[in-house]
């Protein structure tokens, strides 16, 4: 912790250089959304990957080891914008439109967003990068609330160009309303900063003194592997060491910095993920690869925040604003390899990862290594389904140089933006009945030693089901109807299931899943699936 703290110092005072005094009376807000990042791949929460960007602004502001998200892509999007759980919101699976309010596949109107609510607080509200909370155009972004928007509709693509994966697909790049075609030049992640930051200037030109929301929801560092050459090399040869050494070696440095204790135990990753030393020499090649384009993805990730942080602070603006960093799901264990694909698609595993026509995944090795030291991948709700590296800066805001262990959720997001931008959530909005928000603002739960210290947090996606309280967290993975219960103070790992010896610990928390499953609407995942 002394080591954080020393290095917060260094940190803020490099980000602080030269930053005015004046600022507007609200912060500016930017919500950083990564996706399918796993928990350990910045340099602040254990990797060897280079984020010098990103791992400035945790040592210069908040630091959260214990913050979850909804394990899965929609679902998570869904909560952040809304601030109500996924099935609240009307995506209560991966967008699966099913005659069920919880389940229709896109935002509902009984939610409001983040952009609606900051728009009727006098905010500007842009967004660029992946939406994926509704494919139909009256579901767009500009259709809830955003001034402008660039970026991806659907769930994924290539970085490169746009390219639909799926047979009868037709991806959509938009800005504002209408399609685009891309540059030859175009790569994703720094379109979608040069975007927001041209959208900045245009707001700091036109709307002076008026406060901005930016919603940066990058594809990164989903599949495909997609890189430039340049970031590649950077890391070609780097996983040569084999990946159950850099997963030892990511542990041993997240004990270091504080982010696990000191005692913590590494435990063993999937028995069905093969051993460095049973792979073939081509096989170590290719693996070497793999993660050498996905470490310089999110390498070029990192530069991008840069260029961002730079210019606010050159626009005298990044002392009043706040900055959130967050992913929407673990690191994912999937492949290219299933059915689904088009022809195309299939073919371009013949190319190398590296290539700009490949289309691969890194797969359960890869995800084990991101995933460090947690269980299990995105969609499932074990730790390493549904914890993110959380990231929150905010000079004038958050005092820099904290580690906090407070357990919290992306339903937290929007009563925080709410207190940040002194919004008035809204009991009715544009003719319809908004529900309440679920969450309790950050700031809160940072300041007040007891605020929230035995919340009960719950989890469901596809039938599998979790819920966390205080120190225990109960843990249920479909098909299975057996409960799971881990003491996360000592074993946040998941290797040890005390349910045997805790049945009245089971009991309440099987009891308060059940309630909050049927509040907010949750349909039993064995029925729903063969509607």
Not at 70 to 82: D, F, W
Not at 323 to 349: C, M, P, R, Y
Not at 382 to 389: I, L, R
Not at 429 to 441: D, F, P, R, V
Request: include cysteine.
């Amino acid at each position: 912790m002394k080591k954080f703290t020393q290095l917060a110092v260094l940190g803020f005072a490099l980000l602080a250089a030269g930053m005015p005094s004046q600022a507007q009376e609200r912060p500016n807000i930017i919500v950083i959304l990564v996706d399918d990042m796993g928990y350990s791949d910045l340099g602040c929460f254990g990797s060897e990957i280079q984020t010098p960007h990103l791992d400035s602004l945790a040592q210069a502001g908040m630091l959260m080891t214990d913050f979850y998200n909804a394990a899965r892509c929609c679902p998570s999007r869904a909560s952040l914008l809304t601030g109500r759980y996924p099935h609240q919101a009307g995506i209560g699976d991966m967008m699966n439109k099913r005659p069920y309010p919880a389940y229709q596949g896109y935002l509902n109107r009984e939610s409001i967003t983040l952009a609606e609510l900051l728009k009727a607080a006098g905010y500007g509200t842009y967004m660029t990068g992946k939406w994926h909370v509704g494919q139909d155009s009256i579901n767009w972004p500009l259709e809830r609330g955003f001034d402008r928007y660039y970026g991806l509709i659907d769930g994924a693509n290539s970085y490169f160009e746009n390219r639909p994966y799926r047979p009868k697909q037709s991806l959509s790049i938009v800005l504002d309303r209408e399609k685009v075609d891309l540059p030859a030049s175009y790569y994703s992640t720094e379109a979608y900063t040069d975007r927001m930051i041209g959208f900045m200037s245009e707001h700091f030109a036109q709307q002076q003194g008026r406060p901005f929301f930016a919603y940066m929801a990058y594809q990164t560092p989903h599949w495909p592997l997609h890189a430039k050459p340049e970031d590649i090399r950077k890391y070609k040869g780097k996983y040569m060491a084999g990946w159950e050494h850099i997963r030892e070696e990511r542990f041993n440095k997240q004990k270091r910095l504080g982010i696990l204790p000191a005692n913590a135990e590494l435990p063993a990753a999937d028995s069905d993920i093969k051993s460095w030393s049973a792979l073939s020499w081509p096989e170590r090649v290719q693996w070497d690869e793999k993660m050498a384009v996905y470490a310089a993805m999110i390498d070029r990730l990192d530069q991008q925040i840069g260029k961002l942080v730079s210019f606010l602070k050159a626009e005298g603006q990044l002392e009043n604003s706040i900055i959130l960093f967050l992913s929407d799901n673990g690191a994912s264990h999937e492949t290219i390899d299933k059915n689904g694909f088009t022809e195309e698609i299939q073919s371009a595993k013949t190319f190398p990862a590296s290539h700009p026509k490949s289309f691969t995944a890194y797969g359960k090795m890869g995800a084990a290594v991101s995933n460090t030291p947690y269980r299990s991948y995105k969609h499932w709700v074990y730790e390493g389904g549904n914890s993110t590296c959380f990231i929150a800066f905010g000079p004038k805001y958050i005092q820099a140089g904290q580690l906090n262990r407070r357990p919290a959720h992306i339903i937290d997001v929007m009563p925080s933006l709410a207190a940040w931008g002194k919004a008035a959530y809204p009991s009715q909005y544009k003719g319809h009945q908004i529900g309440k928000m679920e969450g309790t603002a950050l700031p809160m739960l940072w300041k007040e030693k007891e605020k929230g210290k035995d919340r009960i947090l719950c989890f469901e996606h596809e039938g599998n089901k979790a819920v966390r309280k205080g120190k225990w967290k109960l843990v249920s993975a479909y098909p299975s109807k057996t409960w799971q219960l881990y003491d996360l103070e000592k074993d946040r790992q998941e290797t040890t299931d005390l349910s045997a010896a805790n049945p009245q610990v089971c009991q309440e928390l099987i009891q308060a899943y059940a309630q909050w499953a049927d509040r907010i609407g949750v349909i039993p995942f064995e029925q729903l699936d063969k509607k």
